[in-house]
């Protein structure tokens, strides 16, 4: 069964890579849709709520080769490749609480291998977000003050037996056993403006081995290249010059061979960007949050080709403002880890909140097929801006499989309940995914299994905050849904009967891939994004308009346990025809598991999609009303009838007058009957405005839970005699409807 779309939204560019679509903590989606990246409010998809401009790359002077080698093994793909139009390639939200107006903040990483980060406008007249911090340009000036030798701050090796094919690997890694030495380094920040911030560099370097891809063809390029070794003793001691003050042919650029330039070309080339949430210092018992500004950040990790990460501390703002708009962010330069030996494609980071310290778990997959746990202390990443000998993550877990297929996606989640379990979801390039359960007590990794869910590579993976269902895409242009009881995954129908559609609009038929999903923040509803095959398209106007298009799909009635009660089932399903009662005993459970999950005082408040089921569902009521009401209602000022179109308001059809126009009259409804009040004297509730005829049985006020026996309890409220007058909204005494006039203070 296809489930039906509830809204959709068309965008001017396509994406190309995966998880191209992301959900912000402030209700915000942002997609990575070709040459720009568009934001969405999903209140309003039609319209972009912000846009942001992918720029053009910067080439960075990093040396100079031979001519001959142009044409060797290592730059043969970069001098024979040409520059491409600039294109987003990963996007990633920070938490709550990042940018100057209390917002979230944007990473974006390009094809060219920048990675920028943007602010929302202060203005609410621009939709073009600011560039907050240019990370590439902090990466080439810390690499460039250190000649690009550079190692990893956790060189731990796994040893030789520690790793067994297609299974975790168990061993306890050692810490880095390299000093640093930190000093400061000029950066340059949001508008060129120099500040001066601390920096990690290692005293000495071993030598990397680093896998990457050409991108193009000019030597000062930081794009990369291929199979290439960077060799400390061979680095050049000369200073690199800075392109924007001389000319190339001006400028001294070390001699390089063509492993060294690949390899310096590959440490500036980025694939994927992720942050982790919210952090503070560990001394703060209200973990993780606190109310002093300055002790919040975040970290943000960037993969990149030549298998590091290097890793940023992000401030949260000392203040929020919507004035200040030339305030600077802070960022920090942790260090590169050296994760694997070839490209980092999926990085992610959870904060794992346990009695003792507090860590952040981080998990990286790479195209050589390998997946690798890692686990830093918030403590010491707090504490990096001073001098230390250990590395903040060490590697605990390392999965190395047979077949060497890329690692495309990874989604990790760790649910309440249990409270020692981790989630991990992995996608290949060849459809497939596993599903790995890791017990955070002791990092042990049990593979769950493995699935042949996509005949193309998988390119999005989503689970829910519960981690109770999964849901899957690929480029065969399909969105699964899965649910996982105790250790077994299997695949469920997305609920195709929906509440109702707002905002829909037509949706060519010419969809070609799926190329991400992810779900709200209420998990009661899934977005998508899908590339749409222009040649199919009218190439006057629809092919210009329309390149990939958002969809938006119910999910809040997938199947779990549900504790409606029976009467209650029946009392829903006279009130909503169209579903079975199962559906609605499903819609209820996922509605309060979602508001359930608002009992942790920090979690973000968002409700958009709760509220706006409810919306939807109440917009069915009135259908019945106006069936069971309109022939029996009649207007108390004509005998024309009244049709049923508000619970509170009412308007009659209207009847002929002398002069021959159509006269109708506006009535009030009882807010406890929901019928027409008649011509006598009604109650009404100065808080709300609403009126009452029929006053509602005072057991009403006293109920702790909705009844088991809805008729006895309602004909039990109907026999209860001299209700007291109170509103059933408001819970406040009712008081009598009297004219405007006599309400003043003083008589007319």
């Known amino acids: 069964m296809v489930a039906s779309r509830f809204q959709a939204a068309s965008l001017v560019g396509a994406p190309s890579c995966p998880n191209a679509i992301a959900w912000s903590d402030e209700n915000l989606i942002a997609v990575a849709s070709g040459h720009i990246v568009t934001i969405l409010n999903p209140a309003s998809p039609i319209e972009p709520r912000g846009t942001i401009a992918v720029p053009t790359g910067k080439h960075y002077p990093i040396g100079r080769v031979e001519k001959e080698d142009l044409l060797s093994g290592d730059l043969l793909p970069t001098a024979l490749s040409r520059d491409r139009k600039p294109c987003a390639r990963s996007i990633a939200w920070s938490s709550l609480g990042m940018s100057p107006n209390y917002g979230c903040l944007l990473a974006v990483c390009t094809f060219e291998g920048c990675v920028r980060v943007y602010r929302p406008p202060f203005c609410d007249y621009s939709t073009n977000w600011i ?74 370097a071993d030598s990397l081995e680093h896998f990457s891809e050409p991108r193009h063809a000019e030597i000062t390029s930081t794009r990369p290249t291929h199979l290439s070794i960077l060799d400390s003793k061979r680095s050049p001691k000369t200073k690199l010059a800075k392109l924007g003050k001389n000319k190339m042919g001006s ?6 061979t063509s492993k060294e330039y690949a390899a310096r070309s590959a440490l500036l080339s980025s694939l994927v960007v992720t942050w982790s949430p919210l952090l503070c210092s560990p001394s703060n018992r209200n973990f993780p949050s606190s109310d002093d500004p300055l002790n919040k950040y975040s970290i943000l990790a960037v993969g990149g080709k030549s298998g590091n990460i290097s890793f940023w501390r992000i401030s949260a703002p000392q203040c929020y403002s919507i004035e200040h708009s030339k305030a600077p962010t802070g960022v920090m330069f942790l260090g590169l880890l050296q994760a694997h030996t070839s490209w980092v494609t999926a990085v992610s980071l959870e904060l794992l909140v346990s009695n003792s310290d507090p860590q952040v778990v981080m998990v990286t997959g790479s195209t050589d097929g390998s997946v690798k746990l890692w686990v830093g202390n918030v403590e010491e990443l707090s504490r990096l801006s001073k001098a230390s000998k250990v590395g903040p993550f060490v590697l605990v877990k390392e999965v190395v499989h047979e077949n060497i297929v890329p690692i495309s996606v990874l989604s990790v989640v760790l649910p309440s309940q249990p409270v020692d379990k981790m989630l991990i979801a992995v996608g290949k390039g060849s459809g497939s995914f596993e599903i790995w359960t890791c017990d955070t007590s002791n990092f042990k990794l049990d593979k769950a299994g493995c699935h042949d869910a996509h005949d193309y590579a998988v390119t999005g993976l989503c689970w829910s905050s519960d981690g109770l269902f999964l849901y899957s895409c690929g480029q065969d242009n399909y969105l699964r849904s899965w649910i996982l009881r105790g250790e077994c995954l299997s695949e469920v129908p997305i609920p195709s009967n929906i509440p109702g559609q707002t905002g829909l609009h037509e949706v060519p038929d010419a969809l070609l891939s799926c190329l991400g999903v992810v779900a709200s923040p209420g998990n009661l509803m899934v977005a998508m994004v899908r590339d749409l095959d222009v040649e199919l398209l009218g190439q006057m106007y629809e092919a210009r308009a329309q390149k990939a298009v958002v969809e938006f799909f119910w999910i809040g009635g997938q199947p779990v346990e549900s504790t409606l009660a029976n009467s209650s089932i029946n009392f829903y399903k006279e009130a909503f025809p169209g579903f079975t009662p199962n559906e609605l005993a499903d819609w209820e459970s996922n509605i309060l598991l979602s508001l359930k999950q ?29 069936d069971s009401n309109a022939a029996k209602e009649q207007c108390k000022f004509c005998t024309a009838s009244i049709p049923f179109e508000s619970p509170e308001h009412a308007t009659c059809q209207g009847a002929e007058s002398i002069k021959g126009d159509m006269e109708k009259h506006e009535v009030h409804r009882c807010a406890v009957s929901m019928q027409v009040c008649p011509a006598s004297p009604s109650w009404f509730c100065i808080c709300c405005r609403r009126k009452v005829h029929k006053l509602a049985p005072e057991y009403l006020f006293k109920m702790s839970r909705f009844p088991t026996d809805f008729s006895s309890w309602k004909e039990a409220s109907i026999a209860e005699k001299s209700p007291r007058p109170f509103c059933p909204f408001c819970g406040i005494l009712l008081q009598r409807m009297l004219p405007d006039f006599l309400q003043l203070a003083q008589p007319v």
């Open 131 to 204: 560039e907050a911090a240019d990370i590439s340009d902090m990466l080439y000036d810390h690499l460039a003050n250190v000649n690009f030798v550079e190692i990893d701050i956790s060189t731990s090796e796994i040893p030789s037996n520690g790793v067994s094919k297609g299974k975790s690997a168990e061993d306890d890694m050692p810490n880095s056993p390299t000093g640093k030495i930190f000093k400061p380094v000029v950066l340059k920040q949001y508008k060129r403006r120099r500040v001066t911030v601390v920096t990690e560099i290692n005293s000495h």
């Open 251 to 256: 400028c001294t650029f070390p001699l390089l």
């Open 598 to 626: 608002y009992e942790d005082p920090y979690k973000p408040l968002v409700v958009w999609d709760i509220i706006t089921a409810l919306l939807v569902f109440k917009d069915s009521i009135p259908k019945i009303g106006a």
